[in-house]
C-alpha cells in the first residue's frame, strides 16, 4: 500500500506520518494537515457492500492512517464501535419522504460527533505510544456544543490525557450544556466562555500557537492536541460512514452498483461535508455535494460569489452547532482548489485573519463545482420538522432540518431526482425544545425532561440512554470565564 504522509496547507515544514498527524492536531505553521494524495478505494462497492461498519471503517482507514498497522486499526474500531452505540449497524438509514436519512447520532452522546470522537482518544494513545511520547496529552477543544460531549466522553479517563472543553455559555442547548457539566472523570474541566463558538475557537487556537506555554508545559511533561475537526484523526473515520451508506443502499437494491447519489450535509465548520468530498474523491459515487446553512450564511454566500465574508452578524439560531463564521476545515478545500499551493492559502487564510474576508479566483471557483450551497431560515427549518412528522411521522432534529429544508430547495431549483442521503447529524432528543416547538407540541411542559417523555411518546421512540443519564447526573463543572482568561484557566487546571 502507498504511504500517505500529511503535509500543512500552510506549506511549511516537512510532510507527517499520519499518527504524528494526529498527535499534533494543528500544523506548527497555523496550517491544517493534509493527506499528500487521496487514495483510491481498493475494494469493489459490492465488496464494500457485504461488510459491516468495523469492517468497512477499516478498508477506508487502512488507506490513510498507513503508519498503523492492521492489528492497531482494527483494536481501534473494535474499542471504538462497541455497545456504546444503540445499534449494531451504528450508522442505520432511515427513509421517509422520497430521501435516506443517514443516522449518525446512534452513540454515546447522541450527535455524530461519537463517530469520529469515540475512535479518535484510541487513534491518539496509539500514536503517543508508536511516538516514544511520554508527555501527557492535553486535549484542547473549542465546542459550538456536540463536540464537547463527545470529545469528553470518549476522553474520560483516558490514561495519559486531560481534557479541557469551552464552550460559549448562552450559546448551547439546555440538553447540551446539562450533558457537559455533569461531565465525570478526574482529567475533565468544562468552562463556559463568555462569547460566542467563534470567539473560544479563536482563543483556543490562540493558546495552541503560544509557544511559551508549549515550552512551559514541555516543562511539566504536558503537550497539546486537538479534538476539534480540523484533526486528520477526525476527518478520516467520517469517510467511512459515507462508504458505509452507499453499500447499504446498493445491498437494499436501492440504487444500482456505481449509480451517483448526493448527499446533503448540514454544515458548520465544514469537517462533515470535507469527508464526502474525500470519499467522492476516493471514487465512491457521489454526485453534488449540497451544502447546508443556517442563517450564518457565509458558505452559502461563499460557493455563489467566490468571496469569504465573515464580517456580517452572528445569528444565535435553533441549529447551534452550525452557527458559526469561520469554518476551519474549509481551508483544506481552499488548499486543494489553489492547486495545492501553500503560499497561495496562506495569502488567503492571512486576509481571513486580517480583513475578515478573502476572495477566490475564477480558476479556483471552477474546482467547487461539485458543490451547492444553500441555507435554510428559523421558519422553514420549524417548517420542515412539522412536515415531515406529520406527513411521515419521522421526527428529525434542528440541523437534520435545516439540511432536509436546503434539499427541498436544490430539487425545485434542478429537478435532479438523483436519490439523495441527507446527514442527519443529531438526534431530536438533544434539542427537543425547538423540535417540539416547530411541531407545535409540549407547551404544557415544565422543564425540559418532561419535554423529552412528551417528544418520546409523540414519536415513538425511547429516550435515548445519553439523556436518561443526566436527569439527575450531579453538575460538576461550574467554571466561567471571559475569553481573555482562557488560556490562564488552562494554566491553571495544569498547575504550571
Ligand atoms: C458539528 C455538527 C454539525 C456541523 O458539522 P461540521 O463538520 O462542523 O460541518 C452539524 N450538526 C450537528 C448536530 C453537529 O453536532
Known sequence: MEEVLYRSTRGKGEPVKASWAILKGLSEDGGLFVPDHIPALDKSLRELSEMDYGNVAYEVMKLYLTDYTEEELRGCIGRAYDSKFDTD???????AGG????????????????????LLPHLMTV???????????VILTATSGDTGKAALAGFADVEG??????????GVS????????????ANTLVVGIHGNFDDAQTGVKRIFSDRELERKMGDKGYQFSSANSINIGRLVPQICYYVYAYGTLLREGRIAEGERVNVVVPT???????????????????????????????????????????NREFVVTESPSMDILVSSNLERLIYRVAGEDGEKNSGLMAALSGQGKYEITEEMRAGLEDF?????????????????????GYVIDTHTAVASAVYRKYLEETGDGAVAVIVSTASPFKFARSVMNAIGAGQGAEGDFELVDELSRLAGVKVPKAVDEIRTAPVVHQKQCEVMQMKDVVKDFLGI
Do not use: W
Open 89 to 95: 449497524v451504528i450508522a442505520p438509514l432511515a427513509e
Open 99 to 118: 430521501a435516506y436519512f443517514l443516522e449518525l447520532f446512534h452513540g454515546a452522546t447522541i450527535a455524530f460527533k461519537d463517530m469520529a470522537l469515540s
Open 127 to 137: 500514536a503517543a505510544a508508536k511516538n516514544k511520547v511520554e508527555n501527557q496529552i
Open 161 to 170: 490525557t486531560k481534557i479541557v472543553v469551552f464552550y460559549p455559555k448562552d
Open 174 to 185: 439546555p440538553i447540551q450544556e446539562r450533558q457537559m457539566v455533569t461531565q465525570k472523570g
Open 268 to 310: 458548520g465548520n465544514f469537517g462533515n461535508i470535507l469527508a464526502a468530498f474525500y470519499a467522492k474523491s476516493m471514487g465512491l459515487p457521489i454526485g453534488k455535494l449540497i451544502c447546508a446553512s443556517n442563517e450564518n450564511k457565509v458558505l452559502y454566500d461563499f460557493f455563489r460569489t467566490g468571496c469569504y465574508d465573515k
Open 372 to 392: 451547492y450551497g444553500n441555507y435554510a431560515t428559523k421558519e422553514e427549518t420549524a417548517e420542515e420538522i412539522r412536515r415531515l412528522y406529520e406527513e411521515y
